[in-house]
């Protein structure tokens, strides 16, 4: 062949290597990066942080970008993991069994721990608890985990029905908490007789020198289980995952690797076989076995149908409007799950925690300040956070002045008399402080402040003269735009605020009301209710997670080295 020819065929076939390398690469990754997805962790979830050190090392060694996409239930990382909005996952090992069976979910590694491919549910009580068999715990109060956590909620459900019993029958309430340090914290705190937890979770808090750990005792261990393992979406190319399985598995040869194992006391990861997974299977199989014959029930199965669920709302309006705002969007969940949905109101943000902690309200919407304190007092947790009119799930703090001010400045501020809304509120209270201690404005600088309910109330003192400035949400002080309301400071942007559900509330209602407010933006006739609802949700809702608001969290637990004297609700989150 002449030697153009030669010439003409290279490039045709380098051409062709180029353009189906780019296709494959862009059906594999179409945003060009990796999304790993977190449901089930060997540390608890403060450590959290490690995790993000993960993808960002998987990320580097790939040489994309790589995102870290952490939920609050195990159910949304494997829905996620089935609809391929995630390319791999730290996942429980009962959801890896149930997933490989449903849609093929792949196996990549799994961690070693101590030498250890293996670990355990282990039940625990209180330290100075009596109780010291699992019989014990009898009509007692118990904390499982999540519905699809294997140590955390089959293995004691299993052991249940092997002697013919449920944890209907059995205990005389359960809850779950969505972590294991937060029923390890939960038992400590007596909050529950007894809990459930992964066995390695427990060690890691005992050998950090967690309190909550040293709270506690076991009484009862299972049998060994293959350790929650790391998995492939189903499809992921060949070279893909196979250079994903080889960057976790030399990983602890890489010193950057190592250090962030070493934190995690994880030695390495290994290939593992599916057979270590086997005795999870035997279990289910059992329970499927007993629920087939009508002796037991699982929550998966459990019906909303006709239930009378009280949703309360953080009192940002007077009654009245609350009603006229909010009506209409319970009357649609209603419609979509079958339940009744009943507005609960309370007259203060504490009243309102309160009474999701204690059952009276299984659902809530919150905002960023009072969610961490549901949180942290009540295991309240996130199912879905809104989005704004804007399509945005944040939004903004202002600090506002009435038309005939000569304020233009923060700074200016000083001598001035200053309304807050609720010292509760994150818009409102919280972030304003901020703003106004950043240009070195305490509250004894101010000559009078006030804080009040309502966001509306703190317009209008300002629009009245009786105050000189005041702070809101950005969308109400455009409300009151056309009175001559100024904005002459904005904040920094506020994550906006979660769904919640009390630790009480049935599994059954979180997925069906989680699934309705997470597809209510695509249906027209959500669309419909959403537009008359407060801007800050008029976008819909989206998956919510507690690392949300970790930044809110900081700003409040920096307080006391910042002011220093008491401007924000004396609690530590």
Known sequence: MPRQAHAIMAAILFLFFVLTFSVVAAEINPHKNIRIGVASMVTPVSAVRYYHEIVDYVADQLEMPGEMVHRTTYDEIDRMLEDKSVDVAFICSAPYVIDKEK?????????????????????????????????????????????????????????????????????????????????????????????????????????????????????????????????VAPGLPLYLKEKLREIFLRMHENSKGRKILTAMRIDRFERVPD?????????????????????????????????????????????????????????????????????????????????LGNGEFYLALLGPLTYLDAHARFEAVPIAKSVTQDDAP????????????????VSQLVGRKFAFSSLWSTSGNLFPRYMLAWEDIHLDRLSLYENFNYHDTVVKKVLSGEYDAGAVRLTVAEKYAPYGLKIIDSSDPIPTGPVVVSPMAPYAVIRKVQETLLTMAADPEGRKILKNMEPELQGGFVPASDADYSGVRKMINDVPTTCGIGCHPKVHF
């Open 275 to 355: 057979s270590n997974y086997d005795s999870i299977r035997e279990m289910r199989s059992f329970i499927e076995q007993k629920v087939f014959a009508g002796s037991t029930t699982t929550e998966e199965s459990g019906t909303i149908e006709k239930m009378l669920i009280k949703f309360g709302v953080i009192p940002w309006d007077n009654p009245r409007i609350a009603y006229e705002k909010y009506q209409p969007f319970l009357d649609y969940l209603g419609m979509k799950t079958g339940a009744r949905f009943e507005l609960a109101l309370k007259s203060s943000y504490q009243d309102l925690v309160a009474a």
């Open 103 to 231: 849609f093929g979910v792949e196996l990549l590694v799994a961690p070693v721990i101590n030498d250890d491919r293996f670990y355990q549910s282990d039940i625990i009580v209180h330290r100075d608890s009596q109780i010291t068999t699992f019989e014990g715990l009898k009509n007692k109060n118990f904390a499982f985990v999540d519905p699809k956590s294997n140590s955390g909620r089959l293995y004691p459900a299993y052991w249940l029905a092997k002697k013919g019993l449920t944890p209907d029958t059995f205990f005389d309430r359960y809850f779950f908490s969505y972590s294991h340090n937060k029923s390890v914290e939960m038992v400590a705190k007596k909050k529950a007789d007894g809990a459930a937890v992964d066995s390695v979770v427990l060690a890691y808090m005992l050998a950090s020198g967690s309190p909550y750990a040293t709270g506690v005792k076991v009484i009862h261990q299972s049998p060994q289980f293959g350790i929650p393992p790391v998995v």
């Open 394 to 409: 944040f939004y903004q703090s202002v600090i506002v002045v009435g038309p005939e001010s000569d304020i233009t400045r």
